[in-house]
């Protein structure tokens, strides 16, 4: 997957048919929650160990915040992708209609989409015909919503596999806090944390085509961000004696 800049050649964000492009977004979600469940964990149970060194209180408090994150994740995830395939579904009523309306200038839409792209009219016309004597929706779908009607995403699924990443991410700020002797838990928690961004902000930018060293300072710097702030806020409330 390695490129070098300059290089021709397909980049990793070209879809190569619909399915490889639909597996990449889901691998691309899958890291995007794991890293939430990272920070938003790590940024917890670091705060709640600047005011205490009992392991039962940071096991509770990571095991609330892991929880509440991922069920969060899952309705944010359930909504929108709901939202969105009822769009889909309604663009899809629509050109099953006009389908079964008007045939003929839907055949006259889909040649001129195919002449726009560079086809001779008479090609363009016959690869239109073929494809509406194939499979009229799904010809229209592709080349106009560029949708695929059998491939809408499920939003249970898209819902549970965001919160198994989340949950997933989570367990290691929290498994690492609670494991590590009283001692060292908060700086070795700390660049467990950060070795564990750097990985996923790696894989996230080569799945995305983007510069990886960018996404990996990004990443890194904003964890050290939560973490510092949080422990920062959990000093003060245990000095105030709050
Ligand atoms: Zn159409």
Same mark, same amino acid.
């Given at each position: 997957m390695d490129r070098t800049i300059g290089t021709p050649g397909p980049s990793? $964000?070209?879809? $190569? #048919?619909d399915s490889f492009a639909s597996r990449l977004n889901w691998l691309r979600a899958g890291v995007l929650g794991a890293n939430d469940g990272i920070v938003s964990t790590a940024g917890l149970v670091v705060g709640v160990a600047a005011v205490t060194t009992d392991t039962s209180t940071l096991l509770a408090a990571g095991i609330a915040g892991l929880t509440a994150g991922a069920i969060s994740m899952a309705v944010g995830e359930y909504v929108s992708v709901s939202t969105q395939r009822d769009s889909e579904r309604a663009l899809l009523a629509t050109e099953r209609r006009e389908l079964r309306d008007d045939p003929d200038y839907e055949l006259v839409e889909l040649t001129e989409i195919y002449r726009a792209k560079g086809l001779t009219p008479q090609t363009a016309r016959a690869v239109a015909e073929e494809l509406t004597a194939h499979d009229a929706l799904t010809a229209h779908a592709e080349a106009e /919503? #560029? /949708?695929n009607p059998t491939e809408l995403t499920n939003p249970w699924w898209a819902a549970g596999a965001s919160a198994v990443a989340f949950v997933l991410g989570a367990l290691l700020p929290l498994l690492a806090i609670v494991l590590l002797p009283t001692s060292v838990r908060v700086p070795v928690t700390f660049a467990a944390v950060l070795t564990a961004l750097a990985l996923t902000g790696s894989v996230s930018a080569r799945l995305g085509g983007s510069s990886v060293g960018r996404a990996v300072v990004r990443v890194v710097v904003g964890g050290a961000l939560a973490m510092a702030v949080t422990y920062g806020i959990g000093e003060l409330a245990g000095v105030a004696g709050i």
């Open positions: 990793p $964000h070209e879809p $190569h #048919g /919503l #560029g /949708l």
